[in-house]
């Protein structure tokens, strides 16, 4: 939940992670087993913050775009005198350069999350899935994201 | 940088910044605001319509001109009408986040819809049956000249709501719903082009 948090609002990852938390306890009541209960509360948290997302940069008059993470990046990359700023910077700059879905994906990757989970979560097929995770990873390791 | 790499980095970073830690007390007391908000907002709108189909219902004990009391009965009814309308239709097009992303971002598309095609039409459903009743009401009740004012002046109210709610959707709905839609067509695709950055072209 913390990395989700971090992940779509890295500037307010706190007010995302309590959202996160009250959105899980409300929904908790809805749960009917016909999923795995971590599909359900990847689905809760990921939907959640989205959401959240596009409500802030609604409200701050934003494009929906990675505008707070790219200036965390650039701040952090300003001030590099650390191995652990790049390293942000870095982690940074690569979730900004990503959509939506994509990050979202690539959370669950990280959290070595099955295909065929992903899969549920996202409502796609774990074709689909596989096909972007290998573009995903391809991109990484060339450097390009 | 490789995948394992970034799961190590990530986990390093997630390491340093636990300080995020649920607080379930505090989660408790934002469970208990929002349900109290809820109640709050519907109390406050069931109130609204009651109070004024209570007063307008009220006219209809006095001798008064049939027109005004004609008025009056149009008016309670198009406060119930307005009032069941708004409340139905937010039940009704609740989106719940425990949704596969495909399935939420559908909901959410279907439910920006609902509040397009509501806001576009407020003139029939909203201001129109209000303002035949009120209207009919007071002209009913007052002399010509000053019905005439009140008309006037409830016009310019009425169009006033009427373009609110049309600046509302070329400004703020349909710009959401482009949005929601890229990211409901990205989702379908294979790779997901991020328009705001330029690092993910491919």
């Keep these: 939940m ?5 992940a779509y609002a890295r500037e ?3 007010d995302l992670f309590q959202d996160l938390a009250l959105q899980l306890w409300q929904s908790l009541a809805r749960f009917d087993g016909r999923c795995q209960l971590t599909t359900w509360a990847y689905r809760v948290h990921l939907n959640t913050a989205m959401s959240w997302r596009r409500r802030a940069a609604r409200r701050r008059r934003l494009p929906i ?12 990359a300003a001030s590099a005198d650390s191995e652990s700023a790049n390293l942000d910077s870095r982690i940074n700059q690569l979730l900004a350069s990503l959509g939506e879905t994509d990050r979202a994906v690539l959370l669950m990757l990280l959290d070595n999350v099955p295909n065929e989970q992903i899969a549920d979560v996202m409502g796609v097929s774990e074709g689909a899935i596989r096909v972007r995770l290998h573009r995903i990873r391809k991109r990484i390791e060339e450097g390009e994201l | 940088m490789n995948i394992e790499e970034l799961k190590a980095a990530l986990d390093a970073l997630n390491a340093d910044s636990l300080h995020g830690q649920a ?3 505090t989660i408790r007391e934002s469970v208990m605001e929002s349900r109290a908000r809820f109640k709050l907002r519907d109390f406050r709108e069931i109130g609204a319509c009651v109070f004024v189909f209570a007063g307008f219902f009220a006219v209809l004990s006095f001798d008064l001109p049939w027109m005004t009391q004609l008025g009056a009965m149009i008016y309670c009814c198009a406060a119930i009408f307005v009032g069941t309308s708004i409340y139905l239709g937010r039940r009704r097009h609740r989106v719940f986040p425990e949704l596969s992303v495909h399935e939420f971002l559908e909901a959410e598309i279907a439910h920006l819809d609902y509040q397009i095609q509501l806001l576009r039409n407020v003139s029939w459903w909203y ?12 002209w009913g009740l007052l002399p010509q000249p000053a019905a005439a004012v009140v008309t006037v002046c409830y016009f310019l109210l009425d169009r006033t709501i009427y373009w609110l709610n049309q600046q509302t959707i070329q400004l703020e709905l349909k710009p959401q719903r482009e949005k929601l839609v890229l990211v409901y067509q990205s989702l379908n695709e ?4 991020n328009p705001n950055s330029n690092l993910s072209e491919e």
Excluded: I
């Design chain 1, 12 to 14: 307010a990852a706190e």
């Design chain 1, 65 to 76: 775009s990675d505008a707070s993470t790219d200036q965390l990046g650039d701040r952090a």
């Design chain 2, 127 to 138: 201001l129109a049956p209000l303002a035949v009743g009120f209207l009919m009401f007071v």
């Design chain 2, 23 to 25: 607080n379930l007390d």
């Design chain 1, 2 to 6: 913390w990395r989700v948090a971090l």
């Design chain 2, 190 to 193: 294979l790779v997901e082009v």
